[in-house]
C-alpha cells in the first residue's frame, strides 16, 4: 500500500529503478530527491528517511551530505542523517533570495572540488518534491561551477527528473529567471550587490475588477514572505490615454517618480522598438502610488495579485491568484556594469508570463494584462533605510562559507509563512479588506451610501465565466431574477481622479515575453539580445468582451 502511495505522490517525477525511492542522478556526483520524512503519516506516501540513508551508505559510504531547502521544516532531525546536512531554506513555488546563491554555490563546490575533497563525493538536493528549488540549486551548480550552458543544465535536469511527455523539471517562470540571474552573475565575476529598494509605483493595464495588489520581499535570511505593502482605493489613479505609455510617461514626468538627473527610465533588459506583435491596449490604465515609501530591506520583489468577487453570507470567492518576482540588481544591468546597477528602473511582465498557483501555470481569469513596477535604489543614509549596501561574492575555496538557520525539522513554524494557502476558492470577507477591494474598481467609492451592511464590499463585482465584470450600476447589467449579463464599465463612469495623458518622447517601450515565459525590463541604450518577441497577450479595445480562452 505504502509504495503505492509513493508512487501516486511521486507522479511525473522518475523513480530510481534500484533503489525504488523517488531520486535521480542529474549527474554522477548531483542527485536530486523529494524531501524525505521520518514523521506519520508523510513517510507512507514520501522516501522514509531510513530507506534514503541506506540507500545512500550503501552506494556511497560517507561521501554523501545533503543539501536542502525547506523553508516549512525538513521532516527529519539533522542527526538522523549524521548531521552531513547544511541549510539554505526558502519557501515552496519560490525563487531563492539571490543573496544565498553565492553560498549555496561556494558549498557544494567545496564538498565535491575543495582541497580536502575524497574522490566519489555526491551532493543531495532536495526540497519537498525534489523539483523547483532542487531543481533551481542544481542547475545553478552545473552554470556556476561546471560551466554549462543554461539551456543544457535545464534539458538534463528534465531528462534525469521527470517521465517523458510530463513538462520540465524546473518550470515557475520566476526560477527560470533566476536560473538566467545565475549564468550572467556567472559570467561577471561572480559579484553581487544587495540593497535596500523602494518600489516607486506599480502600473496596471487591463485591470479587472476586484483585484488586489500587493509588494512582498524577504525577511528573516529568506524564510519568510512578507507583506510590505497592500494598495488601497485611495492610492489609486486611472489614466485615460491612447496605451501603455501614456501611463508610465505621467509617472516619469511626475515629481514624485524619481529623482534622476534627467528624464529617461532605466531599465533591466531593452529599450523596446514597436513591432506588430506589441501589446497596445488603448482603454484605461491604472497608477497604485503608495502613500508612504515602500522600501524592501533586499533587492528581491515579489509583485501578488488576487482577483476577488462577491460572494453572500460574508465569503467572498478568490478567482485569480498570481505572482512575479524579479531582482533589481539584475534588472539594473549590475554583472554588466561591475556591479554599478543602475539606480532605478522599470519592470514589466504579461499576465501569461507570471507565476501561477503552487508553482503551475494555472492562475483562475484574467486579472489584468501587463504590470509594470517602477523602483529606485535607496541610497545609504537616506530616509527609511534601515540597512547598508553589502557587496557580496562567492567565498573562494578554503574560505568558511557561511550557512543559514534551519527550519524547525516539524514544520511548526509553517503556518506562519506567508507564501502558502493561496488559491481559488471562496473565503471568508474581513473589514480590513474594504480598501483593498476597492483599489481596483472603476466605481466611486462615493457611489454607495456609507454605512450599508455591505460596504466593505463596495467595489467588488461579480464576473461571470469569461472573467469579465457584471456590472449592477443603475439597473445596468442585470436582467429578471438577478441574474447578471456580461458587461464592461462605461468609459468616464465613476472615475476618481482621471488624467488625459499622450505619450512623450520619454515614453517607456512595450514589454514583450521570451519563449521561456521571461519578463523583459526596458534599458535606455541597450540593443535587444536577449529578446526573443514573442508576445503572449492579445489585444483588447474597449469595451470589448474578452473571449473565454482568453481569460
Excluded at 311 to 324: E, I, K, L, S
Excluded at 391 to 413: L, Y
Excluded at 443 to 468: A, F, I, Q, R, Y
Aim: with cysteine; net charge neutral.
Amino acid at each position: 500500500m505504502t509504495s503505492i502511495l509513493r508512487q501516486i505522490v511521486a507522479g511525473p517525477r522518475q523513480k530510481h529503478p534500484e533503489a525504488g525511492l523517488d531520486l535521480c542522478y542529474v549527474t554522477d556526483n548531483i542527485i536530486a530527491t523529494s524531501g524525505p520524512s521520518s514523521t506519520f503519516p508523510q513517510r507512507a506516501y514520501r522516501n522514509p528517511t531510513d530507506a534514503l540513508v541506506k540507500f545512500l551508505d550503501y552506494k556511497h559510504g560517507t561521501n554523501w551530505a545533503i543539501w536542502e531547502f525547506r523553508a516549512e521544516g525538513t521532516g527529519y532531525p539533522d542527526s538522523e542523517v549524521y548531521g552531513r546536512i547544511r541549510h539554505y531554506p526558502w519557501p515552496d513555488h519560490h525563487p531563492p533570495p539571490f543573496a544565498l546563491i553565492p553560498n549555496i554555490m561556494a558549498s557544494m563546490r567545496d564538498w565535491l572540488k575543495g582541497p580536502d575533497t575524497k574522490v566519489g563525493r555526491v551532493v543531495v538536493v532536495h526540497c519537498k518534491a525534489g523539483k523547483g528549488r532542487s531543481g533551481t540549486a542544481a542547475c545553478s551548480y552545473l552554470i556556476s561551477e561546471e560551466g554549462w550552458t543554461v539551456e543544457d543544465a535545464l534539458l538534463r535536469f528534465t531528462a534525469r527528473r521527470m517521465r517523458s511527455g510530463f513538462g520540465a523539471g524546473v518550470s515557475i517562470p520566476s526560477q527560470l529567471r533566476w536560473i538566467r540571474y545565475v549564468d550572467r552573475w556567472t559570467k561577471h565575476r561572480k559579484l553581487y550587490v544587495e540593497r535596500q529598494v523602494e518600489v516607486v509605483e506599480v502600473h496596471a493595464w487591463g485591470l479587472r475588477d476586484g483585484v488586489k495588489v500587493a509588494v512582498e520581499g524577504y525577511i528573516d535570511e529568506g524564510r519568510i514572505i512578507k507583506n510590505f505593502h497592500t494598495f488601497h482605493g485611495h492610492e489609486r489613479i486611472v489614466v485615460e490615454g491612447r496605451g501603455p505609455n501614456s501611463a508610465i510617461s505621467q509617472a516619469s514626468n511626475s515629481d514624485n517618480f524619481l529623482p534622476l538627473s534627467d528624464s529617461k527610465v532605466h531599465s533591466s533588459a531593452t529599450e523596446r522598438q514597436t513591432t506588430s506583435n506589441t501589446l497596445d491596449i488603448g482603454a484605461n490604465a491604472v497608477i497604485f502610488r503608495p502613500s508612504q515609501p515602500i522600501i524592501l530591506p533586499t533587492t528581491d520583489i515579489n509583485i501578488d495579485l488576487e482577483r476577488r468577487n462577491k460572494a453572500a453570507y460574508g465569503w467572498t470567492m478568490v478567482t485569480a491568484v498570481a505572482h512575479v518576482w524579479f531582482n533589481t540588481f539584475f534588472e539594473g544591468h549590475g554583472p554588466e556594469n561591475n556591479g554599478a546597477a543602475a539606480p532605478n528602473g522599470v519592470f514589466e511582465i504579461a499576465w501569461d508570463a507570471m507565476d501561477g498557483i503552487k508553482g503551475s501555470a494555472r492562475k483562475g481569469t484574467r486579472a489584468l494584462d501587463r504590470l509594470a513596477v517602477v523602483w529606485r535604489a535607496v541610497d545609504d543614509g537616506e530616509k527609511g533605510n534601515t540597512g547598508v549596501t553589502q557587496i557580496i561574492t562567492e567565498p573562494k575555496v578554503g574560505e568558511p562559507v557561511p550557512e543559514m538557520k534551519a527550519a524547525d525539522w516539524k514544520g511548526a513554524a509553517h503556518s506562519n509563512l506567508t507564501a502558502v494557502a493561496k488559491d481559488l476558492g471562496l473565503r471568508t470577507e474581513s473589514p480590513v479588506s474594504a480598501g483593498v477591494s476597492k483599489a481596483s474598481s472603476l466605481k466611486s467609492s462615493g457611489s454607495s451610501p456609507v454605512g450599508k451592511e455591505e460596504d466593505h464590499l463596495v467595489g467588488v463585482k461579480t464576473h461571470v465565466l469569461d472573467g469579465e465584470e457584471s456590472v449592477g450600476h443603475e439597473g445596468k447589467g442585470m436582467v429578471a431574477g438577478g441574474q447578471p449579463t456580461v458587461m464592461v464599465s462605461e468609459p468616464g463612469w465613476g472615475m476618481q481622479n482621471v488624467a488625459s495623458l499622450e505619450p512623450t518622447a520619454d515614453a517607456v517601450g512595450r514589454c514583450q515575453v521570451d519563449d521561456v515565459g521571461m519578463a523583459k525590463s526596458r534599458t535606455d541604450g541597450q540593443s535587444d539580445r536577449d529578446t526573443r518577441g514573442v508576445d503572449v497577450d492579445k489585444q483588447r479595445l474597449p469595451g470589448q468582451l474578452v473571449k473565454e480562452d482568453e481569460a
